[in-house]
């Protein structure tokens, strides 16, 4: 007997709706597009390029594998966000002078100027959510970590 069944689970009363992994990937995504409501709507953005705008947000300057790598999204998804973000003109990207493969990428003044307008408004939706959930924050703050911490290994 395997320990699904002695827990009382198997094949035959299976229930993804109660999957620890569809659960945690249901509730990501509802969380994901409330914030990415706020920056479609306000700034235009898709969800890629959110994400390469908060990560040089936050280091500064980088290279499309180091933000791939970051933020979880393909190679060519970062490099298609970033083209877009500076045909728009709010990050500036050029070859590394060592390597032609490697681009580097950084915000100009104006993709710093909607960052400095967009992180108060998403920082806010987050304080929304934890407030939402009260004292089970700081429970599911602690389990996340130990996931992704056993995801990095």
């Given at each position: ?29 509802a ?5 990415a ?24 300057k ?10 979880t ?81």
């Amino acid at each position: 007997m395997t320990d699904q069944e002695n827990q009382g689970i198997s094949a035959t009363n299976f229930d993804i709706a109660d999957f620890i992994p569809y659960r945690l990937a249901v509730a990501a995504r509802a969380f994901s597009e409330e914030v990415a409501a706020i920056y479609r709507e306000k700034f235009g953005l898709s969800i890629p390029e959110w994400r390469v705008l908060a990560h040089l947000m936050k280091e500064g300057k980088a290279s499309v594998r180091d933000i791939e790598a970051r933020v979880t999204m393909e190679k060519s998804k970062v490099s298609r966000a970033a083209d877009r973000l500076k045909d728009r003109g709010l990050l500036t990207k050029r070859a590394d002078t060592m390597d032609r493969r490697l681009v580097h990428i950084e915000l100009t003044e104006d993709g710093e100027a909607l960052m400095a307008e967009l992180i108060p408004m998403v920082i806010a939706l987050q304080k929304d959510f934890e407030a939402r959930l009260g004292d089970d924050l700081d429970g599911l703050d602690r389990a996340l970590t130990r996931i992704l911490k056993d995801d990095v290994k």
